[in-house]
């Protein structure tokens, strides 16, 4: 979820680069929302067409049907 109507293309394995900081304890006051935790039926009336959902027995996880950034743009087009 995002105030855009657009899809996010993020990495979020890839570390942060630790060049060129001009600001000291900018990032300690960084407070992120909580996690929403979605039942089975939440979680399938929110999502789009090109959305997944995988369900094991301890969790419910939201992807993309193609991870991989350039083929999405490439079925959109």
């Known amino acids: 979820m995002n105030a855009k109507n657009l ?6 394995t890839r570390e942060k680069h630790l060049t060129n ?14 996690v ?5 039926e ?3 009336s929110f ?4 959305e997944l959902i995988e ?4 969790i419910i996880r939201m992807r993309k049907k193609h ?5 999405r743009k490439a079925m959109n087009a």
């Open 7 to 12: 899809d996010m293309d993020l990495n979020p």
């Open 21 to 34: 900081h001009r600001a000291s304890g900018k990032d300690d006051a960084l407070v992120l929302a909580p």
């Open 36 to 40: 929403v935790d979605m039942s089975l």
């Open 42 to 44: 939440k979680a399938i």
């Open 47 to 50: 999502i789009k067409d090109d």
């Open 55 to 58: 369900a094991t027995p301890k």
């Open 67 to 71: 991870l991989v950034c350039n083929s």
